[in-house]
């Protein structure tokens, strides 16, 4: 073998290995961005469940506040009369 081969097939597995080398911790940088972006998407979840509540307890107290502004400039009793 000359040695102009030998040097080829020497630079071929170095260029391989490099190769291979690379590929894997790219495979494995993605699949740690897999599992932040599944972590995030659960805590998005909580959140607009969260979110939900905070919205359906602010529309009631949007209700409270409505017939409370209603009793005090008197266009509704603030108890209905009772029979």
């Known amino acids: 073998m000359t040695p102009e081969m030998l040097t080829v097939c020497t630079v071929g597995v170095a260029l391989a290995g490099l190769i291979l080398t690379s590929h894997r911790t790219f495979i494995q940088r993605f699949e740690r961005l897999e599992q932040r972006f599944e972590r995030l998407e659960q ?19 949007a209700g409270l506040l409505e ?17």
């Open 67 to 83: 017939g409370l502004r209603e009793v005090i400039s008197g266009h509704r009793a603030a108890y209905p009369p009772t029979s």
């Open 43 to 61: 805590r998005f979840e909580r959140l607009e469940g969260r979110l939900a509540v905070v919205e359906r307890e602010q529309a009631h107290l």
